[in-house]
């Protein structure tokens, strides 16, 4: 099973750009326990290095998971109840109608084999310990590697502790250079990092050691100090070092030596900052997931700190590696950010920066919405997208401040453009679920809310809360005098109509709607869409003639517009218009810039549905075996993305079954299936899906020399890929060839590197087409 729906294929773990050091024995134990253990916790105090080592076992082992290694992040999210939504959204899951998040989890992954890295637990200990709980009971081939700073708590869980890295006893003799201690080979290749050609020598061996043990090997101290080689010398560092742990020791008693090590650490690293280095690193502390220039230049600059000095702040904090630096984007590491959020609270300035934090964001976010129907679309797509956990942060103010309910039921509402392509329809209710019932009194925030509440859950088929959402938006709207809300309110109950095949009022519903859009004056990418929606009902009703005529005029709004991502799925409508009246050439033209527009939304669903229609097109021109390619990919992807086929669209589904059993007498069974794997192959890769569907290309089978590539295979190989394409397990094929598991495993591995594949199921189609052939 491929999580990702294409988009990736082994995982989305981030490449390193340092070694893992010191760390071969903790890595080798770990994935020992993996072996057998379902879930491993690595647990430590902050910065002895959990995540780096979680990221390293989780590298290692990728060729041991055919579904991927997935990085679980969960520093930056503070609502426990957003736990499996951000999960779900990682994995590329949607809920299917009535699914928790947890569950359409659960239900996705099943029978896959993959690894959940979950970093950073410990302020979530609960909703993590539940959904690994969940994941181990309904997931059984799904392990999870964890790291908090306390265990999970949950039956079945090893925990590994972390210990910092290995310094030199002082009472024995040293061996020259870093070879041995894992503090110095750190310190060595981060000092180096600083100042070029620095080396661990005989000379400054004695030094280095003292830093180190110092530091108590803790990497996170080690690396601070090692950058401060920019600056200082080795014995200048030792010195300072050295008097503030003095300092420092006679503190909190009740806190561990590493813990008051680290935090001497950090201290120390902010006492190397200007006055005004501190304050921006603890302004800057609001920022989750970090932040951009500008970001930073609005919201924690005032007349203490001006906007003007702000870069060369930053720039400073860059060079003492306290903020990180990437792209257009600044970052401090969790436990550097955490440090600058206690400082601010001590300031007593908090409320203050969450707020202008909220208020640039909230800006942001309108400016994205206005901009939405414009050449500016993907640019704000893509900037809210980068935004997502500062998004988080400002609507959890919101939320949780009193008298802000009504801005993040706006915040909430306002990103409806978001929450839809970004397949984040879960969170966006959950937002609005939330602001709804915090500020229940009639307002024009709550109208916009209601509606886009309701629009979200129509898409996910809860027909019930979406009505009783919309009926209230409706009714007040009449009350308010608030046109432009009634017409939402009747286009979305018109959508809901039309899901439910109630088709004389879906286009009674969604024309009024439209009619109401244009009196109005709203031309934006919901009231294009709207027009969409009400071709399709027109098609379904069989009038394709009328539903092409909308569909072109609309296609117009959208050019005079240059819009995008409303001309995509008005594209669709057309595409399926023009099919349904014959014209295939006219239809897979309109299906195929549709796909490739959807493409850079990352809009997974609107891209099966286009996939989908295709598939049936090559039905209509005789193309069999394209065809069932098509389905097959289409079919891959549906139950990745957590929807049922084509939102459960019943004229729809009428037409996808019809084509499926066209395609299937037309290749007979072996035929058909052999094909349809192959599609499942290419759901893998997104891009070589697109190019495939465009006739830009056939889909790939592995050929070494001319031939295909399973004749380069060792017999031994050949027999495992025969049982891997049976459906073995690599645990059944260990027993049915009476070989050890790891064995078994080590030979799947060589396979996929040999034939260039990246899953099983690519071995399972070559060895399936080989048969037949």
């Given at each position: 099973?491929?999580?990702?729906?294409?988009?990736?294929?082994?995982?989305?773990?981030?490449?390193?750009?340092?070694?893992?050091?010191?760390?071969?024995?903790?890595?080798?134990?770990?994935?020992?326990?993996?072996?057998?253990?379902?879930?491993?916790?690595?647990?430590?105090?902050?910065?002895?290095g959990k995540t780096r080592l979680a990221l390293g076992v989780g590298t290692e082992l990728r060729r041991a998971f055919p579904d991927g290694v997935w990085l679980l992040e969960f520093a930056e999210l503070a609502d426990p109840a957003l736990v499996a939504h951000m999960v779900a959204e990682a994995l590329r899951v949607t809920n299917h109608p009535g699914q928790s998040s947890a569950e359409a989890v659960v239900k996705a992954l099943g029978e896959a084999s993959a690894l959940l890295v979950f970093d950073n637990c410990e302020h979530l200990i609960e909703p993590c310990a539940h959904l690994a709980e969940q994941l181990l009971h309904g997931a059984h081939g799904v392990r999870i590697l964890a790291t908090s700073r306390q265990p999970l708590g949950v039956t079945g869980e090893h925990c590994?502790?972390?210990?910092?890295?290995?310094?030199?006893?002082?009472?024995?003799?040293?061996?020259?250079?870093?070879?041995?201690?894992?503090?110095?080979?750190?310190?060595?290749?981060?000092?180096?990092?600083?100042?070029?050609?620095f080396t661990v020598t005989a000379a400054n061996q004695a030094t280095?050691?003292?830093?180190?043990?110092?530091?108590?090997?803790?990497?996170?101290?080690?690396?601070?100090?090692?950058?401060?080689?920019?600056?200082?010398?080795?014995?200048?560092?030792?010195?300072?070092?050295?008097?503030?742990?003095?300092?420092?020791?006679?503190?909190?008693?009740?806190?561990?030596?590493?813990?008051?090590?680290?935090r001497g650490a950090i201290d120390w690293s902010y006492d190397l900052c200007t006055e005004d280095e501190r304050l921006l690193w603890a302004r800057a502390s609001v920022f989750s997931g970090g932040f951009d220039l500008s970001a930073a230049e609005s919201v924690v600059s005032d007349d203490e700190l001006s906007a003007d000095d702000v870069l060369d702040l930053l720039h400073g904090l860059v060079d003492k590696s306290i903020m990180l630096f990437g792209g257009d984007r600044y970052r401090m590491l969790e436990t550097v950010?955490?440090?600058?959020?206690?400082?601010?609270?001590?300031?007593?300035?908090?409320?203050?920066?969450r707020r202008a934090h909220r208020d640039w964001y909230w800006r942001q976010a309108k400016q994205a919405a206005d901009k939405w129907f414009s050449t500016e679309q993907v640019h704000s797509y893509a900037r809210m997208k980068a935004e997502h956990a500062n998004l988080r942060s400002a609507l959890e103010f919101c939320l949780s401040t009193e008298g802000e309910a009504r801005a993040g039921m706006y915040?909430?509402?306002?990103?409806?453009?978001?929450?839809?392509?970004?397949?984040?329809?879960?969170e966006g209710r959950h937002w609005l679920t939330r602001a709804l019932a915090l500020d229940p009194a009639p307002s024009p925030e709550r109208l916009h809310a209601l509606w886009v509440a309701g629009?979200?859950?129509?898409?996910?088929?809860?027909?019930?809360?979406?009505?009783?959402?919309?009926?209230?938006?409706?009714?007040?709207?009449?009350?308010?005098?608030?046109?432009?809300?009634?017409?939402?309110?009747?286009?979305?109950?018109?959508?809901n109509a039309l899901r439910n095949d109630n088709l004389p009022v879906a286009t009674v519903l969604?024309?009024?709607?439209?009619?109401?859009?244009?009196?109005?004056?709203?031309?934006?990418?919901?009231?294009?869409?709207?027009?969409g929606f009400l071709a399709m009902a027109h098609t379904a009703s069989g009038d394709s003639d009328r539903a092409v005529e909308l569909c072109q005029e609309s296609l117009e709004i959208c050019a005079a517009h240059d819009d995008q991502w409303a001309r995509a799925h008005i594209l669709y409508a057309l595409a399926h218009a023009e099919w349904c009246r014959g014209d295939s050439r006219a239809a897979a033209g309109h299906a195929l810039e549709s796909l490739k527009l959807k493409r850079a939304f990352d809009d997974l669903i609107g891209i099966a549905g286009d996939v989908e229609l295709l598939g049936w097109i090559a039905v209509s021109e005789g193309d069999h075996e394209r065809a069932a390619r098509l389905l097959g990919a289409s079919d891959r992807m549906w139950p990745v993305v957590g929807s049922i086929p084509l939102l459960g669209f019943r004229e729809l589904s009428e037409a996808r079954a019809r084509a499926t059993e066209q395609a299937r007498v037309a290749l007979g069974r072996a035929g058909f299936e052999r094909a349809t794997e192959s599609g499942i192959t290419l759901a893998t890769d997104l891009d070589q899906l697109l190019a495939y569907s465009a006739g830009e290309s056939k889909p790939k089978t592995a050929r070494r020399n001319g031939k295909p590539a399973s004749t380069a295979l060792t017999k031994r190989e050949r027999e495992i890929a025969e049982l891997v394409a049976d459906g073995l397990s690599n645990k059944d094929i260990a027993a049915a060839l009476v070989i050890s598991q790891r064995t078994a495993e080590t030979h799947v591995e060589h396979i996929l590197t040999k034939l260039g594949f990246t899953s099983r199921a690519q071995i399972a189609a070559l060895i399936s087409e080989q048969r037949v052939t």
């Open positions: 099973m491929d999580i990702s729906g294409g988009r990736r294929s082994r995982g989305n773990l981030p490449v390193e750009v340092t070694s893992l050091v010191g760390r071969r024995h903790d890595s080798a134990e770990v994935r020992r326990l993996l072996s057998t253990a379902r879930l491993v916790t690595l647990i430590g105090i902050g910065g002895v590994w502790p972390v210990a910092p890295l290995v310094v030199p006893d002082p009472d024995h003799p040293m061996e020259t250079g870093s070879a041995g201690y894992s503090a110095l080979a750190l310190f060595e290749q981060r000092a180096a990092a600083a100042v070029p050609g280095v050691a003292t830093i180190c043990r110092e530091l108590d090997g803790l990497p996170l101290a080690i690396e601070l100090a090692a950058a401060r080689l920019r600056a200082l010398s080795l014995d200048q560092l030792l010195t300072r070092l050295s008097n503030r742990y003095k300092l420092l020791t006679s503190g909190r008693t009740t806190a561990t030596p590493r813990q008051q090590t680290l950010r955490s440090y600058g959020a206690q400082k601010l609270r001590e300031s007593g300035a908090e409320q203050r920066l915040l909430g509402a306002v990103l409806w453009f978001f929450w839809s392509p970004a397949d984040l329809i879960s629009r979200m859950a129509v898409l996910q088929g809860e027909n019930e809360t979406a009505m009783t959402l919309l009926e209230e938006c409706r009714a007040e709207a009449v009350r308010m005098g608030d046109d432009s809300a009634f017409a939402h309110a009747v286009y979305v109950i018109g959508l969604l024309a009024e709607a439209v009619a109401r859009f244009q009196a109005l004056g709203e031309i934006n990418g919901v009231t294009v869409i709207s027009r």
